[in-house]
């Protein structure tokens, strides 16, 4: 059985464990859809400027959340040192693991975006831009979700570290409005981070705009953070993950 077949199992085994429970998912679907619902009847004109947000925050919570969740866990029950007893690598864990919370994180994304094309009629002016912010953004999201997993030994600690980065980033990262009404200070920090190269270019994707003048910044800089992310999840794996 070849590295990728193994990961593809790993992924397999977590999504049967932990993903595929009717809470977990509903619980995912509801909020962001109340949340829209919300925006929609207060202004049923102006909810495509948030609709992009509200998919990439959904992606962002998905993928982080249960990707530092599961491996928190396995470590303290012991099911991932005895995963490193078997002929699996680092590198094929964290894809496995990494894998199967992107896939949430990307289900229940399209579920929503589907929702609001459906019921909400949200166009999609660029599908290839749309489709590239969602890859590449769970990609990331879940990178670093398995790097916070590692770095802590409790579940609450890795979801306290998680909510430090995810919340203020909600208020930085044009979720809610648009980084032109942005103040030229806050800026520089608004680029640092990946939700908000997420969300423009699912905004790309929706209206066909993007704050950036050529849609390769924002999916370079997400293939960077993707890049950086794989890095330290496996270095930080190979020093604590036996903890």
Same mark, same amino acid.
């Given at each position: 059985?070849?590295?990728?077949?193994?990961?593809?199992?790993?992924?397999?085994?977590?999504?049967?464990?932990?993903?595929?429970?009717?809470?977990?998912?509903?619980?995912?679907?509801?909020?962001?859809?109340?949340?829209? #619902? +919300?925006?929609? *009847?207060?202004?049923?004109? &102006?909810?495509?400027?948030?609709? %992009?947000?509200?998919? @990439?925050?959904? !992606? =962002?919570?998905?993928?982080?959340?249960?990707?530092?969740?599961?491996?928190?866990?396995?470590?303290?029950?012991?099911?991932?040192?005895?995963?490193?007893?078997?002929?699996?690598?680092?590198?094929?864990?964290?894809?496995?693991?990494?894998?199967?919370?992107?896939?949430?994180?990307?289900?229940?994304?399209?579920? #929503? +975006?589907?929702? *609001?094309?459906?019921?909400? &009629?949200?166009?999609?002016?660029? %599908?290839?831009?749309? @489709?590239?912010? !969602? =890859?590449?953004?769970?990609?990331?999201?879940?990178?670093?979700?398995?790097?916070?997993?590692?770095?802590?030994?409790?579940?609450?600690?890795?979801?306290?570290?998680?909510?430090?980065?995810?919340?203020?980033?909600?208020?930085?990262?044009?979720?809610?409005?648009?980084?032109?009404?942005?103040?030229?200070?806050? #800026?520089?920090?608004?680029?640092?981070?990946?939700?908000?190269?997420?969300?423009?270019?699912?905004?790309?994707?929706?209206?066909?705009?993007?704050?950036?003048?050529?849609?390769?910044?924002?999916?370079?800089?997400?293939?960077?953070?993707?890049?950086?992310?794989?890095?330290?999840?496996?270095?930080?794996?190979?020093?604590?993950?036996?903890?």
């Amino acid at each position: 059985m070849s590295q990728f077949a193994r990961a593809l199992a790993i992924g397999r085994k977590d999504v049967e464990s932990y993903y595929a429970k009717p809470p977990l998912i509903t619980w995912a679907l509801l909020f962001p859809a109340v949340l829209m #619902l +919300a925006m929609y *009847l207060k202004d049923p004109g &102006g909810y495509l400027a948030v609709a %992009p947000g509200v998919i @990439a925050m959904t !992606l =962002l919570f998905g993928c982080t959340s249960m990707a530092a969740i599961v491996v928190t866990f396995e470590k303290r029950a012991g099911t991932l040192r005895r995963l490193l007893l078997t002929p699996v690598t680092p590198q094929t864990i964290i894809l496995g693991k990494a894998g199967s919370a992107a896939a949430y994180g990307l289900a229940t994304s399209l579920v #929503l +975006a589907l929702g *609001l094309g459906l019921l909400l &009629g949200m166009p999609l002016a660029n %599908p290839l831009a749309f @489709a590239a912010g !969602l =890859l590449l953004a769970a990609a990331a999201f879940s990178l670093l979700g398995i790097l916070a997993s590692v770095m802590v030994r409790e579940v609450f600690e890795a979801m306290t570290l998680m909510n430090f980065f995810r919340f203020p980033t909600l208020f930085i990262s044009g979720v809610f409005m648009p980084l032109e009404s942005f103040p030229s200070w806050l #800026l520089p920090l608004a680029m640092l981070s990946p939700l908000t190269h997420a969300v423009e270019l699912l905004r790309l994707g929706v209206s066909g705009a993007c704050h950036f003048a050529s849609p390769w910044i924002p999916a370079l800089v997400l293939a960077a953070y993707v890049l950086g992310g794989w890095w330290l999840a496996i270095r930080g794996f190979r020093r604590r993950a036996g903890q």
